[in-house]
């Protein structure tokens, strides 16, 4: 334990204990975080608002939930035993199994006796003289800590929707992002979802099997790509796993998105016709997040993209038996890539079942939840039960819910008013020794996660163990680095077909919200190099 901790042994103190770092959040940054930190020789204490561990794997337990990222590869790497001897039993997880797989590192580290469960973080105040931070938390404590280390995650704040007479349903209404924990059976019901985004679209197909109807309420209709999900045998998985030293490396260093894969050297307008359309037929089969790999130059050129966007409005006519309902559930208002791409599992064949119907609200608004039924303004859609897949206040969500105060009493809110500032999306300048880990200037929602969090909890516990070499007291970016970097990101963004989509990487799924491109989108193998660049832009 490091002299900085030390319990203030007064029953009735406010302030009850000293830390080196505070982290907040037990997902896999917050629990990473920890075990780097333990292993500084530094205290640190956890809190997490859920009662377990996960994060958006305890948070999300919607039927169909699991990762999109392969599991093999959407896998903690800082631990060589762990990835040997962890078995997936699925090309893609489902939630429970990567729960399981968040509670196995809890317990294997021995994590928790440092986790505050049930505990949310309320404020933080900077206090300027002792170079500190103040937290307070729910249950009314709280604590010092030389550092605070925001692991709240970019999609944790679940967005109610703001419509009309919600509260007067009389079924269960649940969010996705906020399942309950036991199971939801939905036989013989009528179910209502509203929203289709990767959610809506992974839940759907499970929940049509149960319910004896089910209607889709679709405001934007988003490209999906068949996930393919079949078992892992052991022969893939070691394959793999003698591979991994190689494979973690180039997804780090080498790739835009932080997965390993082919590196295309070709755009889409660099083939005839008849190549691409066989180059996209193979990765439509292969299925997964690959498939915008085939093309280097699908996020930035809209002609090209079109043949791709093209390639799965066809797919979904092929699919879809109804005309009008194919018709409806092709995307058009966006390009292919600019929201992120949805991964499902028959998604597209469940509006050829009996029991479901689509309906449109963008040209049919949702007009009122009535007691049983959903008010369109083109008629009334009858259900019991409404699940809501309407997705995040992302990135700057569950940050902008604590009361965080900096130099000279500035809020963070107060500073981001017009969008999230940061350096290189780990920092805000006027908030010193506060961390954020995959915020928004940094590659986070657009790569493998956990690629990206295990190299800021990295960078972190390397900056906190330089700055106690060196005995100094706070640290923080310089403005003029601070400035260049957000310029940098937003410059980057608008080089690419991003920004045309209302998408929440713009913030645009949120009434009011600043539209800004909040992800850094260069890569992560060339944001990688920035940091140790950029040591003279801190001070
Ligand atoms: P989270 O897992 O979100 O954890 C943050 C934790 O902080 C939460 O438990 C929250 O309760 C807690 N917290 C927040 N505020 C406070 C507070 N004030 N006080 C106390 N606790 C607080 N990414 C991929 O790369 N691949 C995928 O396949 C993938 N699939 C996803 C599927 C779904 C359904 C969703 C929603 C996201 C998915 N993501 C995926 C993104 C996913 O969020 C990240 O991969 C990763 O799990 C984030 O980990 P985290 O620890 O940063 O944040
Ligand atoms: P989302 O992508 O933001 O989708 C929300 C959906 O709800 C959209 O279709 C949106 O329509 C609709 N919606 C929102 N408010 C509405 C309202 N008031 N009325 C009607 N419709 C409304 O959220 P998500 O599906 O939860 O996914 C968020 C992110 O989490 C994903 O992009 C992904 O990064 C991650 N995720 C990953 C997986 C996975 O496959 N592993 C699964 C789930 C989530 P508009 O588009 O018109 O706004």
């Avoid at 509203?194 to 929940?207: A, D, L, M, R």
């Avoid at 506060?434 to 990295?458: A, K, R, W």
């Amino acid at each position: 334990m490091s002299a900085l901790q030390s319990l203030a042994g007064n029953s009735h103190a406010a302030t009850t204990a000293t830390y080196d770092v505070v982290v907040v959040g037990a997902g896999f940054a917050g629990m990473y975080m920890l075990h780097r930190l333990r292993g500084q020789g530094l205290s640190a204490r956890v809190y997490e608002q859920g009662s377990g561990v996960g994060g958006t794997w305890y948070w999300n337990r919607y039927p169909g939930a699991r990762c999109d990222v392969e599991s093999m590869q959407y896998s903690y790497s800082f631990s060589d035993e762990l990835q040997q001897q962890w078995d997936w039993s699925e090309r893609y997880a489902p939630q429970p199994e990567i729960l399981k797989y968040a509670n196995h590192v809890a317990d294997r580290f021995n994590l928790r006796s440092d986790i505050q469960f049930n505990t949310r973080v309320d404020q933080a105040v900077f206090d300027e003289r002792e170079n500190t931070w103040s937290v307070t938390t729910s249950d009314g404590k709280t604590v010092t800590a030389k550092y605070v280390v925001l692991a709240t995650g970019c999609l944790s704040n679940a967005r109610m929707p703001d419509i009309k007479g919600l509260e007067n349903f009389k079924g269960n209404v649940y969010h996705t992002g906020h399942w309950p924990h036991e199971a939801v059976d939905f036989t013989g019901q009528r179910v209502g979802v509203i929203g289709t985004g990767s959610s809506g679209i992974q839940s759907v197909p499970v929940i049509a099997e149960q319910a004896s109807h089910l209607t889709v309420f679709q405001r934007t209709a988003n490209f999906s790509i068949p996930a393919r999900n079949a078992p892992l045998t052991e022969q893939e998985r070691q394959a793999f796993r003698a591979r991994y030293p190689e494979i973690r490396r180039i997804a780090r260093e080498e790739m835009k998105n932080g997965i390993f894969q082919e590196v295309p050297d070709r755009g889409a307008l660099d083939d005839g016709g008849n190549e691409r359309r066989a180059k996209y037929e193979a990765r439509w089969s292969r299925g997964g997040l690959t498939f915008m790999g085939v093309y280097n130059n699908l996020a930035l050129d809209k002609a090209a993209n079109d043949t791709a966007a093209d390639f799965v409005r066809g797919k979904i006519a092929e699919i879809v038996s109804d005309p009008q309902t194919a018709k409806l559930l092709q995307p058009n208002n966006h390009p292919i890539g600019s929201k992120r791409i949805c991964i499902d599992s028959d998604y597209f064949a469940t509006f050829n079942r009996p029991n479901v119907t689509l309906i449109d609200i963008k040209s049919n608004p949702i007009e009122e939840i009535l007691p049983n039924a959903v008010r369109t303004a083109s008629g009334d859609y009858e259900v019991g039960t409404l699940v809501l897949a309407t997705g995040f206040d992302a990135m700057t969500g569950s940050v902008a819910k604590i009361d965080i105060r900096g130099r000279n009493g500035q809020t963070l809110n107060e500073k981001w008013a017009e969008g999230p500032k940061t350096y290189l999306g780990l920092m805000s300048v006027g908030f010193p020794n506060l961390f954020i880990i995959t915020g928004p200037g940094s590659p986070s929602v657009l790569s493998n996660m956990i690629v990206s969090i295990e190299q800021h909890v990295d960078w972190i516990t390397d900056c906190i163990a330089y700055m106690r070499d060196r005995g100094f007291g706070a640290m923080e970016a310089k403005q003029d680095a601070e400035d260049r970097w957000v310029a940098h990101v937003n410059e980057v963004a608008h080089t690419t077909l991003y920004p045309q989509a209302n998408s929440w990487y713009m913030g645009a799924n949120i009434p009011g919200k600043p539209q800004i491109f909040m992800p850094y989108i260069g890569g992560v193998g060339v944001y990688r190099t920035s940091p140790p660049r950029a040591m003279r832009d801190l001070r």
